[in-house]
């Protein structure tokens, strides 16, 4: 499959069901790394969740995203906003000029990047020293609910094992910042869902069946009972790790920190 084209049919789900980002990510990079104001490539946008995020505190950014379902729904719901331009682009080729933006971001994206050519071209589109950062809500998995619903992805989830995020280790990323320094910064994060949002939360990622898909009715039948058995006055709540990986870079000509 082509990876851009993994969400074109989850679109609606992906809106309503994904978790969101904290807020203190933007608190936590103005004082961090002083980035109070700017342009950002959101590089992977999806349907524009962190996007939204950066426009409410005042940036301007270009949300380059290639997969053509997902940026015109991020254009439907950002348009509004002055800051926001929808670019049709990938992590290897924004479409972005030389030296025209003052950060790059990727969340929930970067496992599907070619690593070596996207950090040449997030070099090559920002401006000298400027700031890079990478974010996953990583769903924890600790408590006995939490491992379940691991197990039941893993046992439906159709190439789970293969494009998981959590196939990139923390190594590859020191590898991407390099020679710059990188830092992890973490977050609480959570959702709660009454089953059709459990359900639909499901349905969000790319790797899980659709509704006409072989499985597909047993899977939401075990989903069911996992629920049933968790849920606490109709709810069940999926946990979060939000990590931020940032670091300053420099321009090409000028090297790295």
């Known amino acids: 499959m082509d990876n851009t084209q993994r969400f074109s049919n989850k679109v609606e789900d992906y809106v309503k069901y994904r ?4 807020a203190a990510i933007v608190t936590y990079l103005q ?4 980035f109070t ?48 331009t929808a670019v049709p682009g990938t992590a290897e080729n924004t479409l972005l000029a030389n030296n025209s933006v ?15 050519k996207s950090k040449a071209e997030f070099t090559r589109i920002m401006n000298a020293n400027g700031l890079v950062m990478l974010v996953w809500n990583e769903r924890r998995i600790e408590s006995a609910f939490e491992q379940e619903y ?21 190594s590859d990323l020191a590898a991407f910042f390099a020679p710059a320094p990188m830092e992890l910064k973490e977050f609480s994060n959570r959702q ?28 939401i039948i075990s989903l069911r009972q996992l ?8 709810a069940i709540t999926i946990t979060y790790d939000t990590k931020v990986y940032a670091g300053r870079w420099k321009s090409p000509i000028l090297g790295y920190i």
């Open 227 to 234: 629920f049933d058995k968790y849920q606490q006055a109709g």
């Open 37 to 84: 104001s700017g342009t950002i490539a959101d590089v992977g946008a999806g349907t524009g969740i962190l996007t939204k995020l950066f426009l409410d505190a005042g940036y301007t950014v270009y949300a380059v995203e290639p997969n053509a379902p997902m940026l015109a729904k991020a254009t439907a719901l950002l348009n509004n906003y002055p800051g926001f």
């Open 19 to 22: 978790p969101h980002y904290p």
């Open 31 to 34: 004082e961090r790394f002083g």
């Open 192 to 219: 709660v869902f009454d089953f059709e949002g459990f359900k639909g939360r499901l349905l969000s990622s790319s790797y899980m069946p659709s509704q006409d898909d072989p499985g597909y009715d047993e899977m």
């Open 150 to 170: 691991e197990v039941l992805i893993n046992r439906y989830g159709k190439d789970y094992m293969q494009v998981k995020h959590r196939n990139i280790e923390t």
């Open 102 to 116: 003052d950060a790059v971001m990727a969340a929930q994206a970067f496992h599907w990047f070619d690593a070596e």
